[in-house]
């Protein structure tokens, strides 16, 4: 006899899975992909063309004209033909002794100015990152307000601040016994140093206060666990981590001095005696292609562009390599 367990009743049969094809990777649309490429692009193409017509295209212009050179028949603008020159522009670059002298004053003048500029950037900086600090906000836009305003406007008002006759400066100096005209051909890389530092530490200075605000919490609290305060916590902590953004600022230092022009251009347009017009190789290049030697003058640029990615690439690996070692 038989259990009531034992009795099953059979379960209708079920209905078989819907198999859902699968698509192989090769087979996937590719319309979103390619919808996205294209959006990319999009976005993408407004910067290219200008890229490729404001920075490209003169520069290929510009090496194109350094082979070249221009011969006049006469003295009053007569018939006038172009010659492939080959490397003799670039050979009149380097017997040029005034842009050889310009390019030597504004190395010097970058040695001594860039490492003083952002020192104060870094000081400012670290002043404004630390607890104590007060008015932040006000601070951070006082140091920043030089960089707003336009470099031209800032030379005229040196300018007329440095004169010796204008001066604020030079009354209290001579009550002294120290008696000093600022524009003076032996001050006048001081003056145009000054200027460019008086305008551009604030820059720097922001860029560095925002490495400082990204260093993890952590960190600090870390430190100041381990008796690491003030100007230690500073040296040992805060500037080794903003590294990166030091090389960075110095970077742009290297190439904007590299492009001095605006300072002393202002400073030989108010007749300042002691300020040579051809004071920087930007100025030499720009006086050439007014008196119409305009190969030589895109010789020079090529040279001078050549030069300051060497420098600033140099600057760069030398200090990649440097933190690679440490």
């Not at 193409?45 to 070249?68: E, G, N």
């Not at 006038?80 to 050979?91: M, R």
Request: aromatic fraction near 10%; hydrophobic fraction near 50%.
């Amino acid at each position: 006899m038989s259990s009531p367990s034992s009795t099953r009743t059979a379960s209708p049969p079920r209905p078989a899975p819907a198999v859902t094809p699968r698509v192989s990777p090769a087979g996937r649309p590719r319309r979103a992909g390619r919808r996205t490429a294209w959006t990319a692009s999009g976005f993408l193409a407004p910067f290219a063309v200008l890229f490729l017509t404001m920075m490209v295209a003169p520069i290929c212009y510009a090496i194109y004209q350094s082979f070249f050179t221009v011969h006049r028949a006469g003295l009053f603008g007569g018939a006038q033909s172009t010659e492939f020159a080959g490397l003799s522009n670039y050979a009149d670059v380097f017997r040029d002794h005034d842009f050889l002298a310009s390019i030597v004053r504004v190395v010097l003048l970058g040695c001594v100015q860039v490492p003083v500029m952002l020192g104060l950037a870094l000081l400012l900086a670290l002043l404004m990152d630390s607890r104590s600090a007060r008015l932040r906000r006000t601070f951070r836009l006082a140091f920043f307000l030089p960089y707003a305003l336009p470099g031209a406007i800032a030379a005229v008002m040196w300018s007329f601040l440095l004169a010796k006759s204008l001066s604020p400066f030079t009354g209290p100096l001579s009550h002294l016994g120290i008696d000093v005209d600022f524009l003076s051909p032996s001050w006048v890389p001081v003056s145009i140093g000054n200027m460019i530092t008086w305008g551009w530490t604030g820059y720097n200075m922001l860029i560095i206060y925002s490495a400082l605000q990204t260093i993890p919490a952590e960190v600090m609290e870390a430190a100041a666990l381990d008796g690491c305060t003030g100007w230690r916590l500073a040296w040992a902590v805060k500037i080794p981590l903003v590294r990166p953004a030091l090389v960075l600022t110095t970077v742009f230092s290297i190439i904007g001095t590299a492009q001095l022009y605006t300072e002393p251009a202002v400073l030989v347009g108010a007749r300042i005696p002691g300020v040579s017009p051809k004071f920087s190789p930007i100025m030499n290049t720009t006086l050439g292609m007014d008196l119409g030697g305009q190969n030589l003058a895109a010789a020079q640029s090529v040279v001078l562009a050549l030069l300051t990615l060497v420098l600033s690439f140099g600057f760069l690996k030398y200090t990649q390599r440097k933190g690679a070692m440490a």
